[in-house]
């Protein structure tokens, strides 16, 4: 029987091939703008306009974008799974649960902590969602994994990359690596390296890699289903391609039909799915300081160090008048004053230093770095109330950063349960941290169940809070049992407090003292204990009830 032709071959992979050249070329301009901030972000765009005269790069940039990180940690997501459909609910219960140890298996808070820097450097950062075939000694698993953007090409103009018809993932490999994973490799001609790379420090020798492309694409089917195929190859070599494959060639590599890539924008732009980030917002800030640090320096080096007019043949000994660790300098003849005269440097005008100081905080406003944001205040400012309060309103730019990352970080949980109810089965189980610290195990049984397709809102909280926060939290609550929140008499007036009120935990608090207020209803309608009764007990009065206590009951049952 004569075989099947595959579906992609070498005729498809160049165009493919070209079809990359073509994204690449359209990215350049990107490209090229992330380079750049890398310089800046690494300290080495100062540039010396003379020999000998000092380049300062001030860090002012990276301490914003430090600060920025900070924010972005003290705030790390956790996610919440909840149901659209009360049949779903124990389903999100486990996927609550799962959901933190699959991301903990791809070390997602390390990799939280560095796609934070492209995100504030460049303007966006890029997570890839993929199903790794040898992880877990061959059973396979979830890789979550940070994507250089360098390496990944879209088609140019469109603003969401799951618009974009072809995406392409470029990454170098060394050849008798690929060899000894691909013998058809053997031999055979590869694709010369193109690769866009940082300004690295070291010296790189790519002449032994070759250029391997992860090509993904999308079909329309004829229903009208979207899927997403999967094609690697070296030069015009196909490595593995779903649509040669029978069991994907219906129905691409993912369910879910999406591109495993998220990006975390954090300014958009209209004509492209990257934005641009702070240090393009700051870096013409922070050149103009740097030359005013170099006008400065350069002053303060002339003014250090003397120089001195000197006449021909005036008499004096050169070498040990230069000499300043000699006592004597031996003059020959009469010495005139004009002989040598020291050349003296003007001070500069006071505006210059004052210029160099408005650049400073030109450039903490735009960035949002003001002083309070990092514990830092101003005269006049020394209440702890107050410097909360302005703390709290110089931080809405730090929060709009972080909800943009939970909207990533929501898309990026979105596809980790399309892989946990394509790929899992139902005798995998996962290891958990139950409620009593004790290891517990969870199956994922009915996750991957094809007669439907639940759905769930993932809700973001963060998992860490800053130690502020705690203590704004602690100083709440003690605040609230001052004030007689906790006595079960004042629990009316309390919960009418409550209802204009909206702080974290607050459902709870309603809660408890609604209970205190059932409980305190429950006693006073208790009837008196007759007299063989009360003998050795506490009887309890009976009297009739106030006004605010007959209120109670219904309070109590809308807090519940």
Request: hydrophobic fraction near 35%.
């Amino acid at each position: 029987m004569q075989a099947t032709k595959p579906r992609i071959g070498k005729a498809e992979v160049q165009r493919a091939a070209d079809l990359l050249a073509a994204y690449r070329r359209g990215k350049q301009a990107l490209d090229q703008r992330i380079i750049e901030d890398e310089r800046w972000y690494r300290l080495r765009h100062g540039a010396k306009t003379r020999p000998g005269e000092p380049a300062p790069a001030s860090a002012w940039l990276l301490n914003s974008l430090l600060g920025k990180h900070g924010d972005m940690m003290d705030n790390y997501p956790a996610p919440d799974v909840l149901p659209r459909e009360p049949s779903d609910t124990q389903d999100a219960k486990t996927l609550s649960r799962i959901l933190p140890v699959v991301l903990e298996r791809s070390d997602f808070e390390g990799l939280y902590s560095r796609n934070a820097y492209p995100k504030l450097r460049h303007g966006t950062a890029c997570y890839g969602v993929f199903w790794d075939t040898e992880a877990e000694d061959g059973l396979g698993d979830i890789r979550v994994t940070a994507v250089d953007l360098l390496n990944l090409f879209w088609e140019p103009g469109v603003r969401d990359v799951q618009d974009s018809r072809n995406v392409f993932l470029v990454t170098l490999c060394d050849n008798d690596l690929l060899d000894a994973a691909y013998p058809e490799l053997s031999g055979k001609l590869r694709s010369p390296v193109e690769a866009t790379t940082y300004r690295s420090e070291d010296a790189l020798d790519r002449s032994g890699k070759s250029q391997v492309v992860d090509w993904y694409y999308k079909k329309r089917l004829p229903g009208g289903k979207t899927i997403v195929h999967f094609c690697k190859f070296v030069g015009s070599t196909v490595l593995y391609a779903t649509e040669n494959e029978p069991m994907f060639e219906g129905k691409g590599l993912y369910d879910h039909g999406q591109y495993p890539f998220v990006l975390d924008v954090l300014f958009p732009l209209e004509d492209s799915p990257a934005g641009f980030g702070y240090v393009d917002l700051m870096k013409g800030t922070q050149s103009y300081i740097d030359q005013l640090d170099s006008i400065l320096l350069n002053n303060a080096r002339l003014a250090g160090r003397p120089r001195w007019f000197y006449r021909d043949a005036c008499g004096v000994n050169e070498q040990e008048f230069a000499d300043f660790t000699r006592d004597f300098v031996h003059v020959t003849g009469r010495l005139d004053p004009d002989d040598l005269r020291q050349i003296e440097v003007e001070p500069l005008p006071a505006f210059i230093a004052n210029h160099l100081q408005n650049k400073v905080e030109e450039l903490k406003e735009t960035s949002g770095n003001r002083d309070f944001a990092q514990g830092g205040t101003s005269s006049g400012v020394t209440a702890a109330s107050a410097i909360a309060a302005l703390q709290e309103a110089g931080s809405k730019l730090s929060r709009d950063l972080i909800k943009g990352s939970y909207r990533a970080f929501t898309q990026v949980c979105t596809l980790v349960i399309e892989l946990i109810r394509q790929f899992y089965d139902d005798s995998r189980a996962v290891r958990i941290t139950g409620e009593d610290g004790k290891p517990l195990f969870l199956t994922t049984g009915g996750l991957a169940r094809r007669d439907r397709r639940p759905a769930f809102d993932i809700q973001v909280r963060a998992q860490k809070a800053s130690p502020f926060s705690q203590m704004s939290r602690n100083e709440q609550a003690k605040e609230l049992y001052r004030l007689g929140f906790f006595r079960p008499e004042l629990a009316t007036q309390a919960l009418i407090a409550l209802e204009m009120m909206d702080f974290e935990g607050i459902e709870t608090v309603r809660g408890r003292i609604a209970e205190q207020a059932r409980l305190q209803m429950t006693a006073l309608q208790q009837p008196s204990l007759s007299g063989g009764q009360a003998a050795g007990h506490n009887q309890t009065i009976s009297r009739p009830l106030t006004v605010a206590e007959q209120q109670i009951p219904k309070a109590a049952k809308e807090a519940t």
